[in-house]
């Protein structure tokens, strides 16, 4: 993997860069749609082409589960397994193995968890974690981290943090010399741990870094907060992703400080349960203001949904429980999502950035409204 | 509405023709994907303009029942309100009211039932089953029809069938004169009601006339018979519509038979399921057989879906509950019997339609594999 910073600002942290990954080269700042199963939920590669996506996350954990690394490994990797030709980040599980599994056990060796699937016991060290990936042929793998849940007593988060960085560096040892291998930092919502967990997890010198265990329902400033505790922390010189962000707010505040990369399941979850990201703020196509609404979702968007269809088939669509409602929500909140990262980019090259994100945040309120 | 007959068969009934609509023009023998409640299930229109579908059938019941013909109509019209620019012809909901709604009475005025989805009391005539469909600006519309179960004793096919006669000559009456309205013929499983309800509808003189109450279960040599039975009492210059049909092998022996226009949900619902049709048979792509297939559904078949993504993948997807397998599914079924009924056109045009369909039918067998 190769970064390159080719832009930076004089007035905050935001920079243009271009990562270089076996399956292609991404432009950050960068939305990553998040394809959990070995899909973007609802879309299909080719339409992720023409949205623009340069780069989507998997799980370790679900396709661990399903359909098995011998079949991923068997299909040639799982870009040839998905049919989708770039560059692929597979997230390491960690998270997942806390919000889903309905039993685990952590030891310093590893963590014992129940598939939320069947029920069946499964093993993973930070060793096998990395292996797996490495199996799925990741453009970009992550480490297996502990994530404390939100709110964290400190010394939940001190441990767990600890945790994570030990693990950190047994993966760090066993990857391969090719492995692009994303070191986590932890810590909660509390600097002091967020600034050794940087400061460790850097001196382990991992190809990137990652902020975790955020955008889990703590106060936006509070995330911020994090954000700024760490960044200068991280080399100039390597990627930073935040996980897991984020509202559009969250992801143009993230610019400003020096984020690198995002992902976030807003845009596909919301788009699949009837909630639409406009220029207006957030649409509930299912209310019945819409039923005579034959203007599309959003009046200044150049998708497909909005070019052929009006808020009132939307409506319906919901309303008759037919797939083509979720998959055409999903489709426009994606554009919306990956326009606002082009966006970014270009008012980053065009030196106006500030300003112009100045302007967006006082004009647009998607948590709220 | 015109309807030119170019190309007929020496060896058969099989015939080329042009059906000219409001919304476009339409080649005959013709399969139409069904888009019940105004979207054929999981598929853009866009994408069934890539696949070449010229027409999709809509259903009336469902529609009036929701979003309800105000919203249809003030969106301008069923195309436009589902932003399909093709033709469009509604079913009239008789079949629908008969097996959908929990409770019905059949009086000689009309018809009283109960909506499936809240349970709401509503009445259809076959004069406001007309106007709603006027409403609809339906290219093609359908007599309101008594369509009965199978099997049926000979005493309630024949009461069934008058009962439809009579409705077909009010609606007949009502009609504006720019409306295309099609006479369905009824008389279950039995050759001289068919015969009657044939000769009669064709002495109302409508623009086309559709063949009803078939392919309900009743063994495939009975649905040939019926076809047979009636095929000579209606004009030559009339356009005839097989309802309901069907398996590959029910289109070839209508087109063998005369029949011109084909619709049958099995494309979009075996490939919701998980079945495909393919040049093999039929696949039931959950079986664990498929596990590590990474060949395409099917060989020779060159949908997106075939082109793109492995039997491995797609059992994946379903095994998930990922949308985008019955999506993929269905755009390859889809495909495929778009595919068949060009395929029977081609070989009309090249005067070898018999030869080809014998190797067809003996080759091919989707019911029973």
Redesign the interface.
């Given at each position: 993997m190769k970064f390159e910073v080719h832009q930076t600002n004089q007035d905050c942290k935001a920079r243009l860069g271009k990562l270089s990954l076996p399956n292609g080269t991404v432009n950050t700042p960068i939305f990553m749609p998040v394809g959990t199963?070995?899909?973007v939920?609802?879309?299909?590669?080719?339409e992720l082409n023409e949205l623009g996506a340069e780069i989507i996350v998997c799980n370790t954990y679900?396709l661990y589960l399903?359909?098995g690394a011998n079949?991923i490994k068997?299909?040639?990797g799982l870009t040839k397994?998905?049919?989708w030709q770039k560059p692929i980040l597979t997230d390491s599980g960690g998270f997942q193995i806390y919000s889903l599994a309905p039993l685990r056990k952590i030891t310093n060796e590893g963590v014992k968890f129940q598939s939320h699937i069947d029920g069946s016991y499964h093993f993973f060290t930070p060793e096998s974690v990395v292996e797996i990936q490495e199996t799925f042929g990741s453009d970009i793998a992550m480490c297996l981290d502990v994530c404390p849940s939100y709110p964290s007593e400190y010394e939940v988060a001190q441990e767990t943090m600890q945790q994570t960085l030990q693990w950190a560096e047994r993966a760090r040892k066993v990857k391969r010399k090719e492995t692009n291998l994303f070191g986590i930092i932890q810590g909660a919502t509390y600097p002091d741990l967020r600034k050794k967990s940087a400061q460790a997890t850097v001196d382990l010198d991992f190809t990137g870094y990652a902020i975790g265990g955020l955008c889990l329902g703590e106060p936006s400033s509070v995330t911020y907060e994090m954000i700024d505790a760490v960044r200068d922390i991280i080399p100039e010189k390597s990627v930073c992703y935040l996980m897991g962000a984020g509202y559009p707010e969250d992801i143009i505040e993230g610019v400003r400080r020096g984020v690198d990369m995002f992902d976030c399941v807003l845009p596909t979850r919301n788009g699949?349960t009837g909630t639409a990201f406009t220029s207006l703020g957030r649409i509930t196509i299912r209310n019945a203001q819409y039923?005579?609404d034959?203007t599309p979702l959003d009046p200044i968007c150049d998708c497909?949904t909005c070019r052929?269809?009006?808020r009132?088939?939307l409506?319906?669509?919901f309303?008759?429980g037919?797939?083509?409602g979720?998959?055409?929500l999903t489709l426009h909140n994606l554009n919306f999502f990956i326009n606002l990262i082009k966006n970014v980019r270009s008012h980053i090259e065009k030196e106006d950035f500030l300003v112009w994100s100045n302007d967006f945040l006082e004009h647009y309120t998607s948590k709220n409204s």
């Open positions: 199963q070995g899909t939920k609802t879309i299909m590669p080719k679900h399903r359909p079949v068997a299909a040639g397994f998905i049919g699949r039923i005579s034959f497909y052929n269809f009006t009132s088939y409506r319906h669509l309303i008759a037919e797939h083509l979720p998959k055409l």
